[in-house]
């Protein structure tokens, strides 16, 4: 049952990030040979599948007014974990799994659980968190660890074909479930529409009776998930776990979450919107290597550009809905701002 | 009325917080079916009674009864359980979320374990059609007027079985044409049998809604009374705590007043506002202030006084008028630019927009000065002792030493400091919202002598104050506010505490 689409300011930034992947990918088309081919579209999502499941959790918490800085140290701690799991300690790949993910749920209930309960502000104890996930990568080992596994090996090289010869990656499947299940929660259950609350008023939130604490602390639980599993599948597509992984790539889950149009201040924003963002952030990678003359790190610049001009995109969007709003300060701000 | 049950009963309620008797045997009833209003000055008690019926605090002594049975509320959700809804001043909804959400987030109806938003925006546009509202529910709060969110807000309860609805000032930021809506609603709404507990400030919405009022005075029960049997000026003076016959006896031609007020009339116009207002804010007034002039802002709680204060220090911006300084117009677009023009302004919240706290004496003090000055124009700490001191020594400040913090002065004290803040700025015209709030009757005294005292030396003082005592031993001329708009000016004969309670009682 999907809402109508109808051009209001809640699905324009949505829109206008899925305006600017066609645009970008037609340049492609028109400028390189080669360009407008479906694998080269499905491409987008093997090549991204960690990052769209990055970006889906994020979403959750910048939605609900927070951030989380743990993800690229929480993906990294992960890719070490599975990999000493795997290859030093041989268990059984249907363990590690788990194991895992139960990893990244226990440092999100840890990081949740201080940030709800001591009225820590995120930005600090999710860096907090980086440090020490970062840490305990160089923990458990300081040099690369290759994955030689059997399932894993196999996990990395199945195709999924699709009609007309076009594949994707059993990732790819992995992150459009986190995807689906992500646009559900968000849309259809009560927890999903309580993140949306807390974003858009945390006071009102509690006044209206709804369970903001124990909605925060899941918030962050599940970002620790999605980066856990991130993480595997990461290392479906390097086959190997190092410490130095996904350095910087929270960063990379905030800029696809604003591109998609995700408000930084809360209470505004959407899970497809997110999984657009990750399609442009893509798109810029693809062209870059189809232009060849370009340094791969022009991608940042192009990112950087973006980021900027949809957050002034939101900022001209909110002073047209007018002023009538703005006069209630919320008191986190309002704390700030003194 | 009297033969039935009320629906809720509170009887000989006390409350105490450390060092205050908030409340002291206060009684109340509300009744099925009527609208009912709560009134008293800044300190009554309104809101802790409030508080108090609707769990947020506990009595420390007395009964609260629901439909002549017992009940405790230990919080907001319990007592909304039992029915007793408050609609908040400030709305508290999501404005990010549709209408439809915010009337039921938290109850949503549900289908194969999913919200099912058909039903949900179906059921919501019935629950506003019986307020008679028809708006597109599935669009954002925000999208709204402050009116309709109000509605929304009463609608949110209504889905649950209220029987109490309490509506804390819902008027204060709409417009007539918004109020006569929210009226309409209330109406509908106490002929279906709600009782209504209303709190507002406006003495005309007091009579237009209301079926009867209860007073309150610093925590004490005045009276109930049915509103068409009560006088307005019987309203006020109950609210203030004098009795009628008491003002014909309050009248003070002073020598002094009269003196200063012929001293004013051939000096110069330091300060005039040309149909100065902001919407929603204040409505358009024209005042003007002489050198050595004292205008008194009288009226009651919520009158705009502290409006006008605000658009003339430009802490709110007006959106029409001119402000004069000396002649010349100025355009005052912030508190900094107010300070270039030669204003002063202590805000009547002492604590949280004037002094700091952690500061030393002499930092207070010499603030608004460095802010004047600009940063790099740093005065070197042997001429800021000097200027401490100097203003320590001449308002009569009470401190061994300028480098004690200011958190350890008394109320009266802190006000000195700033007004001594004020002072080193020279300004020509200072604005004074509630100098005398909070501190003993000496140090008031005091401070009205150092008011008297800068205006013989020729400063334009706008001096606010709830007591009109206050307002008529210091003021030369006095401006009367109601309801957001300025009714009269008053000076001569007419300064009498009777001749601005029959002003504000005139109605229009």
Same mark, same amino acid.
């Given at each position: 049952?999907?809402?109508?689409?109808?051009?209001?300011?809640?699905?324009?930034?949505?829109?206008?990030?899925?305006?600017?992947?066609?645009?970008?990918?037609?340049?492609?088309?028109?400028?390189?040979?080669?360009?407008?081919?479906?694998?080269?579209?499905?491409?987008?999502?093997?090549?991204?599948?960690?990052?769209?499941?990055?970006?889906?959790?994020?979403?959750?918490?910048? +939605?609900?007014?927070?951030?989380?800085?743990?993800?690229?140290?929480?993906?990294?701690?992960?890719?070490?974990?599975?990999?000493?799991?795997?290859?030093?300690?041989?268990?059984?790949?249907?363990?590690?799994? *788990?194991?895992?993910?139960?990893?990244?749920?226990?440092?999100?209930?840890?990081?949740?659980?201080?940030?709800?309960?001591?009225?820590?502000?995120?930005? +600090?104890?999710?860096?907090?968190?980086?440090?020490?996930?970062?840490?305990?990568?160089?923990?458990?080992?300081?040099?690369?660890?290759? +994955?030689?596994?059997?399932?894993?090996?196999?996990?990395?090289?199945?195709?999924?074909?699709?009609?007309?010869?076009?594949?994707?990656? *059993?990732?790819?499947?992995?992150?459009?479930?986190?995807?689906?299940?992500?646009?559900?929660?968000?849309?259809?259950?009560?927890?999903?529409?309580?993140?949306?609350?807390?974003?858009?008023?945390?006071?009102?939130?509690?006044?209206?009776?709804?369970?903001?604490?124990?909605?925060?602390?899941?918030?962050?639980?599940?970002?620790?998930?999605?980066?856990?599993?991130?993480?595997?599948?990461?290392?479906?597509?390097? $086959?190997?776990?190092?410490?130095?992984?996904?350095?910087?790539?929270?960063?990379?889950?905030?800029?696809?979450?604003?591109?998609?149009?995700?408000?930084?201040?809360?209470?505004?924003?959407?899970?497809?919107?997110?999984?657009?963002?990750?399609?442009?952030?893509?798109?810029?990678?693809?062209?870059?290597?189809?232009?060849?003359?370009?340094?791969?790190?022009?991608?940042?610049?192009?990112?950087?550009?973006?980021?900027?001009?949809?957050?002034?995109?939101?900022?001209?969007?909110?002073?047209?809905?007018?002023?009538?709003?703005?006069?209630?300060?919320?008191?986190?701000?309002?704390?700030?701002?003194? | 009325?009297?033969?039935?049950?009320?629906?809720?009963?509170?009887?000989?309620?006390?409350?105490?917080?450390?060092?205050?008797?908030?409340?002291?045997?206060?009684?109340?009833?509300?009744?099925?079916?009527?609208?009912?209003?709560?009134?008293?000055?800044?300190?009554?008690?309104?809101?802790?009674?409030?508080?108090?019926?609707?769990?947020?605090?506990?009595?420390?002594?007395?009964?609260?009864?629901?439909?002549?049975?017992?009940?405790? *509320?230990?919080?907001?959700?319990?007592?909304?359980?039992?029915?007793?809804?408050?609609?908040?001043?400030?709305?508290?909804?999501?404005?990010?979320?549709?209408?439809?959400?915010?009337?039921?987030?938290?109850?949503?109806?549900?289908?194969?374990?999913?919200?099912?938003?058909?039903?949900?925006?179906?059921?919501?546009?019935?629950?506003?059609?019986?307020?008679?509202?028809?708006?597109?529910?599935?669009?954002?709060?925000?999208?709204?007027?402050?009116?309709?969110?109000?509605?929304?807000?009463?609608?949110?309860?209504?889905?649950?079985?209220?029987?109490?609805?309490?509506?804390?000032? *819902?008027?204060?930021?709409? =417009?007539?044409?918004?109020?006569?809506?929210?009226?309409?609603? +209330?109406?509908?709404?106490?002929?279906?049998?709600?009782?209504?507990?209303?709190?507002?400030?406006? $003495?005309?919405?007091?009579?237009?809604?209301?079926?009867?009022?209860?007073?309150?005075?610093?925590?004490?029960?005045?009276?109930?009374?049915?509103?068409?049997?009560?006088?307005?000026?019987?309203?006020?003076?109950?609210?203030?705590?004098?009795?009628?016959?008491?003002?014909?006896?309050?009248?003070?031609? =002073?020598?002094r007043k009269?003196a200063a007020a012929e001293a004013a009339s051939d000096s110069g116009t330091v300060l005039s506002a040309?149909?100065?207002?902001?919407?929603?804010?204040?409505?358009?007034?024209?005042l003007s202030l002489m050198e050595g002039d004292v205008l008194g802002l009288?009226?009651?709680?919520?009158?705009?006084?502290?409006?006008?204060a605000?658009?003339l220090f430009?802490?709110?911006?007006?959106?029409?008028?001119?402000i004069f300084v000396k002649g010349?117009?100025v355009?005052?677009?912030?508190?900094?630019?107010a300070m270039m023009a030669g204003l002063g302004f202590c805000?009547?919240?002492?604590?949280?927009?004037?002094?700091?706290?952690?500061?030393?004496?002499?930092?207070?003090i010499?603030?608004a000065l460095?802010?004047k000055?600009?940063?790099?124009?740093?005065?070197?700490?042997?001429?800021?002792?000097?200027i401490?001191?100097e203003m320590?020594?001449a308002l009569g400040?009470?401190?061994?030493?300028?480098?004690?913090?200011?958190?350890?002065?008394?109320?009266?004290?802190?006000q000195k400091v700033l007004l001594a803040r004020w002072l080193t700025t020279e300004p020509i015209i200072l604005i004074l919202d509630?100098p005398t709030?909070?501190?003993?009757?000496?140090?008031?005294?005091e401070i009205m002598e150092l008011i008297l005292n800068l205006s013989r030396k020729g400063l334009g003082v706008i001096f606010i104050s709830?007591?009109?005592?206050e307002v008529?031993r210091c003021s030369t001329r006095?401006?009367? $506010?109601?309801?957001?708009?300025?009714?009269?000016?008053?000076?001569?004969?007419?300064?009498?505490?009777?001749?601005?309670?029959?002003?504000?009682?005139?109605?229009?």
């Amino acid at each position: 049952m999907k809402p109508k689409i109808s051009l209001n300011s809640r699905n324009l930034p949505t829109l206008v990030t899925l305006g600017l992947f066609v645009l970008m990918f037609g340049v492609g088309s028109i400028s390189f040979s080669g360009f407008l081919a479906p694998q080269n579209f499905l491409n987008l999502f093997i090549d991204n599948s960690y990052l769209l499941i990055l970006g889906v959790g994020m979403t959750f918490v910048i +939605i609900s007014g927070g951030i989380d800085l743990s993800v690229g140290s929480m993906l990294a701690f992960s890719t070490m974990l599975s990999s000493s799991l795997l290859e030093k300690s041989h268990w059984n790949p249907m363990l590690v799994i *788990p194991v895992v993910l139960l990893s990244g749920v226990a440092l999100g209930l840890l990081m949740g659980y201080i940030i709800q309960i001591f009225e820590l502000p995120p930005f +600090i104890i999710t860096l907090a968190g980086l440090y020490l996930a970062r840490g305990l990568c160089y923990v458990i080992s300081i040099d690369t660890i290759g +994955i030689t596994n059997q399932f894993w090996q196999d996990a990395a090289h199945a195709q999924v074909v699709l009609i007309g010869g076009a594949f994707i990656s *059993p990732s790819v499947v992995i992150a459009l479930v986190v995807v689906m299940a992500g646009m559900f929660v968000s849309r259809s259950t009560k927890f999903g529409r309580t993140v949306y609350a807390i974003g858009g008023n945390e006071q009102s939130a509690i006044l209206m009776g709804l369970p903001v604490a124990r909605t925060k602390i899941l918030i962050y639980v599940f970002s620790g998930f999605c980066s856990a599993l991130a993480g595997i599948v990461f290392t479906f597509y390097t $086959l190997s776990g190092y410490a130095l992984n996904g350095a910087n790539m929270e960063m990379d889950a905030i800029a696809t979450v604003v591109i998609g149009g995700t408000l930084l201040t809360g209470g505004v924003g959407s899970v497809l919107g997110t999984v657009f963002g990750v399609m442009v952030y893509g798109t810029i990678q693809v062209l870059i290597v189809f232009q060849g003359t370009l340094n791969s790190w022009w991608t940042r610049i192009a990112i950087g550009f973006l980021v900027f001009l949809f957050c002034l995109m939101q900022r001209l969007f909110e002073s047209r809905k007018g002023a009538r709003g703005r006069k209630r300060v919320p008191p986190a701000s309002a704390a700030a701002a003194s | 009325m009297s033969g039935m049950t009320p629906i809720v009963e509170m009887k000989k309620i006390n409350k105490f917080f450390p060092g205050v008797k908030a409340l002291s045997g206060v009684d109340f009833r509300l009744f099925e079916g009527e609208v009912h209003a709560l009134m008293g000055q800044n300190g009554a008690g309104k809101s802790t009674l409030v508080k108090v019926m609707t769990g947020v605090y506990k009595q420390d002594a007395g009964e609260m009864l629901l439909e002549g049975r017992p009940m405790r *509320p230990d919080t907001p959700l319990a007592a909304q359980k039992l029915g007793i809804n408050t609609v908040y001043q400030e709305v508290n909804l999501c404005l990010n979320l549709s209408v439809a959400e915010n009337i039921f987030i938290g109850k949503e109806p549900k289908k194969l374990g999913r919200i099912d938003w058909k039903l949900m925006n179906q059921r919501a546009a019935e629950v506003l059609k019986r307020l008679n509202i028809s708006v597109d529910v599935t669009r954002i709060l925000s999208s709204y007027s402050v009116a309709v969110q109000q509605m929304v807000a009463i609608a949110r309860v209504l889905d649950t079985s209220a029987k109490v609805l309490i509506l804390d000032e *819902p008027t204060s930021s709409l =417009d007539e044409t918004e109020v006569a809506q929210l009226f309409k609603v +209330i109406r509908k709404l106490r002929d279906e049998g709600m009782a209504i507990l209303f709190i507002t400030h406006f $003495l005309d919405q007091t009579y237009q809604i209301s079926d009867r009022i209860t007073i309150l005075k610093n925590g004490e029960f005045i009276g109930e009374y049915e509103t068409g049997k009560l006088p307005k000026l019987e309203l006020i003076a109950k609210m203030l705590g004098k009795e009628l016959s008491e003002f014909a006896y309050t009248t003070n031609p =002073d020598e002094r007043k009269k003196a200063a007020a012929e001293a004013a009339s051939d000096s110069g116009t330091v300060l005039s506002a040309k149909a100065l207002g902001l919407q929603g804010s204040i409505a358009p007034f024209d005042l003007s202030l002489m050198e050595g002039d004292v205008l008194g802002l009288a009226g009651l709680l919520g009158s705009g006084r502290t409006e006008m204060a605000r658009l003339l220090f430009g802490i709110d911006y007006a959106d029409q008028g001119e402000i004069f300084v000396k002649g010349k117009r100025v355009a005052i677009s912030s508190p900094k630019s107010a300070m270039m023009a030669g204003l002063g302004f202590c805000s009547e919240d002492r604590k949280n927009e004037g002094i700091f706290a952690e500061l030393s004496i002499r930092e207070n003090i010499i603030l608004a000065l460095q802010a004047k000055k600009g940063v790099f124009r740093y005065l070197a700490a042997k001429k800021q002792l000097e200027i401490a001191d100097e203003m320590i020594r001449a308002l009569g400040i009470k401190t061994p030493n300028s480098r004690n913090e200011a958190r350890q002065l008394s109320g009266g004290n802190q006000q000195k400091v700033l007004l001594a803040r004020w002072l080193t700025t020279e300004p020509i015209i200072l604005i004074l919202d509630e100098p005398t709030r909070g501190i003993d009757v000496g140090a008031k005294l005091e401070i009205m002598e150092l008011i008297l005292n800068l205006s013989r030396k020729g400063l334009g003082v706008i001096f606010i104050s709830s007591e009109f005592e206050e307002v008529l031993r210091c003021s030369t001329r006095i401006a009367v $506010l109601r309801d957001k708009v300025k009714i009269a000016e008053l000076a001569g004969e007419n300064m009498t505490e009777s001749g601005i309670m029959r002003t504000i009682a005139g109605g229009k």
